[in-house]
């Protein structure tokens, strides 16, 4: 121990290690720190989930309103939903001769095509549910066909507010010919 003289006061200074205030402010410090560093770490886990959540939904979106409008475009005519008739949670595309006729419906959160007798094929993701979709022909009668759609998604697990994320799709698709 070395002994300082200030104003003929002797101060004793300790020049072996830290005292324990000053161990209580480093503790205290480092662990505002870490803190920190969780918090933001947490922060950036939540932005990624959103962003995957949010690409996930909008990708199954485009790629069913893809699907319709590849198929509806193709079509000779629109068998259901008829112009004037309300809105129908299914389509039903009247097909050229050699293809088979081709339906688009909504069950259990879930969209599916059928071609002709064939078995279902769904077209959105498990991480996906379909909330509603409707058809609607707008169509004069005598006209060409016009089917405006609804469509709503949302993602389905959404056990916390990082993966709760739904969407409205609205268009419309006339036939070619």
Same mark, same amino acid.
């Given at each position: 121990?070395?002994?300082?003289?200030?104003? &003929?006061?002797?101060?004793?200074?300790?020049?072996?290690?830290?005292?324990?205030?000053?161990?209580?402010?480093?503790?205290?410090?480092? =662990?505002?720190?870490?803190? =920190?560093?969780?918090?933001?770490?947490?922060?950036?886990?939540?932005?990624?989930?959103?962003? *995957?959540?949010?690409?996930?939904? /909008?990708?199954?979106?485009?790629?069913?309103?893809? &699907?319709?409008?590849?198929? *509806?475009?193709?079509?000779?005519?629109?068998?259901?939903?008829?112009?004037?008739?309300?809105?129908?949670?299914?389509?039903?595309?009247?097909?050229?001769?050699?293809?088979?006729?081709?339906?688009?419906?909504? =069950?259990?959160?879930?969209?599916?095509?059928? /071609?002709?007798?064939?078995?279902?094929?769904?077209?959105?993701?498990?991480?996906?549910?379909?909330?509603?979709?409707?058809?609607?022909?707008?169509?004069?009668?005598?006209?060409?066909?016009?089917?405006?759609?609804?469509?709503?998604?949302?993602?389905?697990?959404?056990? *916390?507010?990082?993966? &709760?994320?739904?969407? &409205?799709?609205?268009? *419309?698709?006339?036939?070619?010919?």
């Amino acid at each position: 121990m070395k002994f300082l003289q200030h104003n &003929q006061k002797k101060f004793f200074i300790n020049s072996c290690g830290f005292t324990m205030v000053e161990t209580v402010m480093y503790v205290a410090l480092i =662990s505002l720190a870490i803190g =920190s560093f969780i918090g933001f770490g947490s922060h950036i886990s939540d932005l990624r989930a959103k962003v *995957t959540v949010f690409q996930d939904v /909008e990708l199954n979106g485009r790629n069913i309103f893809s &699907q319709i409008d590849h198929y *509806t475009k193709k079509a000779d005519n629109v068998f259901s939903p008829m112009p004037g008739d309300a809105a129908q949670n299914s389509l039903e595309l009247d097909m050229p001769e050699a293809d088979p006729d081709i339906v688009f419906y909504e =069950s259990n959160g879930d969209v599916y095509l059928t /071609e002709g007798a064939g078995s279902p094929i769904k077209l959105n993701s498990d991480g996906v549910e379909v909330v509603g979709l409707l058809f609607e022909n707008s169509s004069q009668v005598g006209k060409k066909d016009v089917v405006e759609i609804e469509l709503n998604l949302k993602y389905r697990y959404d056990y *916390t507010t990082a993966y &709760q994320y739904e969407n &409205q799709f609205k268009g *419309t698709i006339a036939l070619r010919y």
